[in-house]
């Protein structure tokens, strides 16, 4: 199943962007060429490492954002969306959301 949420009808704000933050487990955050790889069980990520990568300059969420179970996707690429959409550790129950 999947739920598409267009920023202009659905503003994330700051608030609303750590949120979904802190629900995730595992983050994937697309920084230039870089993809950067977060798993809070294994380390934490601070609120305010969160919201640089998160949370553009007019304090809305920054997009595309991907939401599947345990894990949210920040940024694009083909290679991650297959990772992360194929992934056998997201929870399938859970909608994917962008």
Known sequence: MFERRPIDTWPVDGAGALELAR???RLL???G???LRFD???EPLA???ASRWLVHDD???RVPVLTRGDLLVRGYTEELYHEALDSPQADAKSPARC
């Open 23 to 25: 629900g995730a487990r």
């Open 29 to 31: 955050v697309k920084v």
């Open 33 to 35: 060429q870089e993809t």
């Open 40 to 42: 809070r069980s294994h």
């Open 47 to 49: 609120d305010a490492q």
């Open 59 to 61: 304090g809305l969420l």
